[in-house]
């Protein structure tokens, strides 16, 4: 994974964490690598990969049975919550730069519309 320097790494690997989970590329009541595991798969340090996992556990996406692991959260409703705002998180940078660019938002609309069109045809 390359990295931002302008992002703490734990924050950028917990995004990356998140978006796997939103997408469903690690499912509900799925195990996660061990804190070591994590660490090496990320190229992070151990206590790095600690923080994410706390990160993670504060944001109610995953929880750690003592003894068993640390799962993803079987709660669907959390999951799509997640997905919700990881999309209006896009739509609002997006329409941010289309701002800075001078567009409007019927402009972004139709650039949306038109994207996807060519992307289907």
Do not use: H
């Amino acid at each position: 994974m390359d990295y931002d320097p302008m992002s703490p790494i734990w924050l950028q690997v917990v995004n990356r964490i998140k978006g796997s989970i939103a997408t469903g590329a690690i499912g509900p009541g799925e195990k996660l690598p061990g804190g070591r595991d994590m660490a090496v798969q990320f190229s992070i340090n151990p206590n790095t990969a600690a923080r994410v996992y706390q990160e993670l556990e504060r944001a109610g996406l995953c929880e750690t049975r003592r003894g068993m692991g640390t799962y993803v959260t079987g709660d669907a409703a959390r999951i799509a919550q997640l997905r919700t705002q990881m999309a209006a998180d896009a739509a609002g940078r997006y329409l941010r730069d289309l701002r800075i660019l001078g567009l409007s938002r019927a402009d972004a609309i139709r650039l949306l519309s038109e994207k996807e069109e060519n992307e289907n045809a």
